[in-house]
Nanobody, 115 residues
Framework: QVQLVESGGGLVQAGGALRLSCAAS????????MGWYRQAPGKQRELVAR???????NYADSVKGRFTISRDNAKNTLYLQMNSLKPEDTAVYYC?????????WGQGTQVTVSS
């Protein structure tokens, strides 16, 4: 079992920045991949960024160059640094972990970008 708790969401003006955090606990030693997803009202949940064991990362085209995913193994925490935010980035952001082929999700944190 893995528990994921997100924090860091909020309201920001367009062009601003936020950093999301995801604290992991439980059987974290077996996490093979972690990532951030988002879901806007009326839309499907979509991948934002993910990080594999080590430092391999990939990003959605819409956030490349603006968002950075990172993982601090000592603190068991995943981060998403979001810069140059746009109104279309408004969504609930979810932390995800893949553990022994099982998916774990956090409760989500709201990010709202005003124009």
């Amino acid at each position: 079992q893995v528990q994921l708790v997100e924090s860091g969401g909020g309201l920001v003006q367009a062009g601003g920045a936020l950093r999301l955090s995801c604290a992991a606990s439980g059987s974290i030693g077996s996490i093979s991949r972690m990532g951030w997803y988002r879901q806007a009202p009326g839309k499907q949940r979509e991948l934002v960024a993910r990080i594999f064991s080590g430092t391999v990362t990939n990003y959605a085209d819409s956030v490349k160059g603006r968002f950075t995913i990172s993982r601090d193994n000592a603190k068991n925490t995943l981060y998403l640094q979001m810069n140059s935010l746009k109104p279309e980035d408004t969504a609930v952001y979810y932390c995800h972990a893949l553990v022994s082929r099982m998916d774990y999700w956090g409760q989500g944190t709201q990010v709202t970008v005003s124009s």
